[in-house]
């Protein structure tokens, strides 16, 4: 701010209307009279009202953004629950440090900790609700920085450019002074390892960056980028606990919330995989594939959990998990399954009844149903019904062997014979399991056979 010294007030405020002047600008709000307000603003600021557009969604404003030339954007952080940073990203590399600005409006304070994060990328942010005069002066004290930049901004700045054309040794040095004459050169060590990443020496570039966050550890930028070096490297226990301390400051975007639950489910984190699902239920828009990978991970979870006999936390996994898969059949059907391997009897019943009206004619319920109701109903159930299951044509594996189980127990041999036959037939991928009910059947005809004599010589 020194070189304003030399400057007239009006000169400055001259300026600061030249900057303005043919800018292209975007405003983005869920409000319709904050936008009105803030296109006020920088009309006032200089900016011609033709070259102004304002937005409610993110999608308009991505499109506005692409096809027009903006160069200064206004942006709430989310709308809808949909985040607003990518359209940061898109100015930021699209247009040159001092001829764009990125100004983000925030509901509180904590969210202004998300400006503040990202340090180097938004120019300025606003705290609603907001004082119209102050806003005001805010937005002037931003462009008059922009427009008159510190010494040791200018330097970073220089160093910037001469890092993205790939002129390390003339950024080296101008780095180094940065580093030398802070007090906190959090962004010139963050780009010393910049500089080191872009010349192929990891170890070097994540060792600035974690001095960097000794100097500042919530550094979003350095974060950020020893989390992405340890998933290119594959450690993967690292890189976790970087997108932890990410997702402490920021909330995680889709792609970064799937990439949490790989790690979780990968690391066997169950406990984990159940909370982050939270932050999935608050996106307002899910891709498929984040669906199905959070979906495959608090199976997994379920799984473990009816394993452990963890009955409540078994129960709140699966119930996640069939949100996510709106109740499909196939997906009770995996849960009811597991839970009946584990014999967890009652909540199996419990997920049965969330089966939709629509699927409740299918022979897969039925064959579901059996199961369920033969562990609570005992064998003459699992007898009678078993039978009527075989003649309507229903093929599942468990209601074979259920059947079977069952005739065997109650030492029916020529039924079971005749159910073990059907299921060799129906059921050919499982001729493991039914040649072991081959083997009890095979036992039970021969001990049956013993009898028989010794029956006759007594009588």
């Known amino acids: 701010m020194g070189n304003i010294k030399s400057e007239t007030i009006a000169v400055i405020n001259q300026n600061t209307k030249a900057f303005m002047a043919h800018k292209k600008v975007v405003i983005l709000d869920h409000s319709g009279s904050v936008r009105a307000q803030l296109v006020k603003l920088v009309q006032e600021l200089g900016a011609t009202r033709s070259n102004i557009y304002t937005s409610k969604s993110v999608e308009e404003a991505k499109n506005l953004i692409e096809e027009n030339k903006v160069q200064v954007l206004i942006t709430e952080y989310q709308v809808e629950k949909k985040d607003c940073l990518p359209l940061c990203d898109m100015i930021i590399a699209n247009n040159k440090e001092n001829e764009r600005l990125v100004i983000l409006v925030t509901q509180n304070g904590n969210q202004s900790s998300v400006a503040q994060a990202l340090e180097g990328d938004v120019d300025g942010y606003i705290i609603k609700p907001f004082v119209y005069n102050f806003i005001k002066k805010s937005f002037e004290k931003t462009i008059i920085k922009k427009l008159y930049p510190s010494k040791n901004q200018k330097l ?100 970064r919330l799937k990439q949490l639950f790989e790690l979780y489910s990968q690391g066997e984190m169950y406990f984990e995989i159940i909370e982050a699902t939270e932050d999935l239920y608050n996106l307002d828009e899910r891709s498929a594939d984040l669906n199905q990978v959070a979906a495959d991970a608090l199976l997994k979870a379920g799984l473990y959990f009816a394993k452990a006999q963890r009955v409540d936390l078994a129960h709140d996994a699966f119930s996640k998990y069939l949100i996510l898969e709106n109740y499909k059949l196939s997906s009770i059907a995996a849960v009811i399954n597991s839970l009946m391997d584990s014999e967890q009897y009652k909540i199996a019943e419990f997920f049965l009844s969330k089966v939709l009206p629509d699927d409740r004619t299918s022979h897969d319920f039925m064959a579901l149903d059996f199961r369920v109701n033969s562990a609570a109903q005992g064998i003459q159930y699992t007898i009678i019904r078993g039978m009527e299951l075989t003649k309507a044509g229903v093929n599942d594996t468990h209601v074979h062997r259920l059947f079977i189980e069952a005739n065997i127990s109650e030492e029916r041999i020529r039924m079971a014979e005749q159910a073990l036959m059907d299921a060799k037939n129906n059921q050919p991928d499982h001729m493991d399991l039914w040649q072991s009910l081959e083997s009890k059947i095979a036992r039970l005809s021969k001990a049956d056979n013993q009898e028989k004599p010794n029956s006759i010589m007594a009588s």
């Open 156 to 255: 970073l700045n220089e160093a910037k450019e001469h890092i993205e054309k790939k002129s390390f040794y003339l950024a080296e040095p101008i780095l180094m002074e940065l580093i030398k004459n802070q007090n906190k050169p959090t962004l010139a060590l963050y780009y010393y390892g910049e500089l080191f990443q872009k010349r192929g020496d990891t170890d070097k570039a994540k060792r600035f960056w974690e001095k960097s966050l000794e100097v500042q550890p919530g550094h979003f930028k350095s974060l950020n980028a020893i989390y992405e070096l340890c998933l290119a490297t594959k450690d993967f226990d690292e890189a976790l606990s970087y997108l932890k301390k990410l997702r402490s400051i920021l909330p995680l975007s889709p792609s």
